[in-house]
C-alpha cells in the first residue's frame, strides 16, 4: 500500500480529533505526585509531600516530612506539644529539604526548577527553596496564612523573586 505524505497527514488528523479530552494537566500530575509521597511519612499527625521539577517539566526529586536518615523512627518523638526536646519539631526533616537533599543531580538544573508542596513552606523551608535556586513553589493549603513563619517565608520569596500560588484541585 502506498500512502502520500498529504493522505498521511490528513489521516493523522482524524486520529487527532479522537484523542483523550479528560487527561490531567502538568500542576495536577506533579501535585499528585507530592501529596503520594506524603503517604511515605510516619508522622500520625501531618503528612507532606514534595516534588521538584524541571523547566521542561521533568521529576528531579521527591522528599516527605519524617526523621533523619539513621535516626530510628521508633526513637522519633511524634508529640506536637509539650517539651521541645519531647516534640517533633526539634528532630522532623521537612518534605521540601528532603526533596533538595535527594537529589543527586548537579546542582545547576535546580535553577529556575518549580516545587510543588502539600502544606506551604516554613520560614526554614523558605531559606532552602531560595538557596537552592528553585524559582516557584505550587501548594495546596496555606494552613498557617497569617503566622510568623508563614509571613517570613512570603517575605523572603517575594524579596528574593520566588513566585508562589496556590493551586486548586477538584477533589
Known sequence: MELTYKEWQENCQK????SRKDYIGWDEYFMEIAKLSAKRSKDPNTQVGAC??????????????????????????W?????????????VCHAE????LNYRGNKKDLEKAKIYV?????????KLIIQSGIKEVIYLSDKYNGTEINI??????????V?????????
Open 15 to 18: 486520529s487527532i480529533k479522537k
Open 118 to 126: 502539600d502544606l506551604f513552606p516554613c520560614n526554614e523551608c523558605a
Open 79 to 91: 508529640e506536637r506539644s509539650g517539651e521541645n526536646l519531647y516534640t517533633k519539631y526539634f528532630y
Open 52 to 77: 521538584i521539577v524541571s523547566e521542561d517539566n521533568r521529576i528531579l526529586s521527591i522528599g516527605y516530612n519524617g526523621a533523619p536518615n539513621g535516626f530510628p523512627d521508633e526513637n522519633m518523638p
Open 152 to 161: 517570613a517565608a512570603k517575605m523572603m520569596f517575594e524579596t528574593c523573586k
Open 163 to 171: 513566585k508562589y500560588r496556590k493551586l486548586d484541585i477538584e477533589k
Open 97 to 100: 529539604l528532603n526533596a533538595i
